[in-house]
């Protein structure tokens, strides 16, 4: 696989056969990794697999039945997982699903975050939206503007959230393709700040990598930039079209590339 960089990685372990892996997420609690799987997107063929650190799949059908999934978070007893146009619901424990969420006009929901109020926002990249649930299970529309640039990776910390930008119609490359920024909300006034003044690309996943820089994936590129918190942009490394909503374990250095064309997950030591 090409890999540019300019940081050192050692890859640990490469897990094949997850048809059209699209997000990784942690669960510290059982030491092991939730693995969004798309299937073929027909009715009921998603899933989700589990794997361990070291890049054994602990069980691929963890939870089955699903329809497109995609965003994984994970708070209190369950992982909450997007899924076409539901949010779902599902036991950390057993896999099972335990309830779910819809406003109605959801269109294409992708990535899921939580924040330390105990809320879940989960992204609409078709209709520029993010919906969310709160801590009383209230599932709500909570902001729809273009400003939002068709919103797909989430991350909150503290009274932020921050958000990879798909890219708004007008934002075309060459290419004809949309481009993104990399952007902040504020969770109490929704006020939106562009971290990046210019778009990036169609970014998808954002992780924290320390205390001034972001991870953050650019899907059709396949590239992960290191974005400062003021903005600064540089090429942490290039890896394949395709790289969805990737994680990263600070305390661990471990990085996950969820691949969704080639089927499979990443798993890297970065030294």
């Keep these: 696989m090409p890999i540019k960089q300019d940081a050192k990685l050692t890859l640990i372990a490469e897990i094949p056969d997850l048809t059209h892996a699209e997000s990784v997420a942690h669960d510290p609690n059982y030491n092991r990794l939730y693995v969004s799987v798309q299937g073929e997107q027909e009715p009921g063929d998603g899933s ?13 059908n963890f939870t089955t039945g699903l329809n497109n999934p995609k965003g994984i978070a994970v708070l209190e007893d369950w992982i909450y997982v997007s899924d076409a146009t539901v949010l779902v619901e599902i036991s950390r424990q057993s896999g099972e699903v335990t309830n779910r969420y819809k406003v109605g006009d959801e269109q294409s929901l992708n990535d899921v975050a939580t924040d330390d109020k105990g809320n879940v926002y989960v992204s609409d990249i078709r209709s520029s939206s993010i919906y969310r649930l709160d801590a009383d299970k209230r599932f709500t529309k909570w902001m729809n503007t273009l400003e939002l640039e068709n919103p797909n990776g989430l991350l909150a910390i503290g009274n932020d959230l921050y958000i990879g930008g798909w890219g708004s119609p007008g934002s075309e490359n060459s290419e004809g393709n949309t481009q993104g920024r990399f952007l902040k909300v504020n969770i109490n006034t929704k006020v939106i700040e562009k971290v990046t003044p210019v778009p990036q690309g169609n970014l998808d996943g954002i992780q924290v990598f320390d205390n001034n820089n972001f991870l953050v994936s650019d899907w059709r590129r396949g590239t992960i930039y290191k974005i400062s918190r003021s903005g600064e942009v ?21 990085l996950a590339l969820p691949l969704n064309f080639q089927n499979k997950v990443l798993l890297y030591n970065v030294n």
């Design 48 to 60: 989700i697999a589990t794997i361990d650190l070291e890049g054994n799949i602990i069980d691929r």
């Design 234 to 254: 540089s090429v942490f490394m290039t890896s394949e079209a395709s790289v969805g909503d990737i994680l990263y374990i600070r305390d661990k250095k471990l």
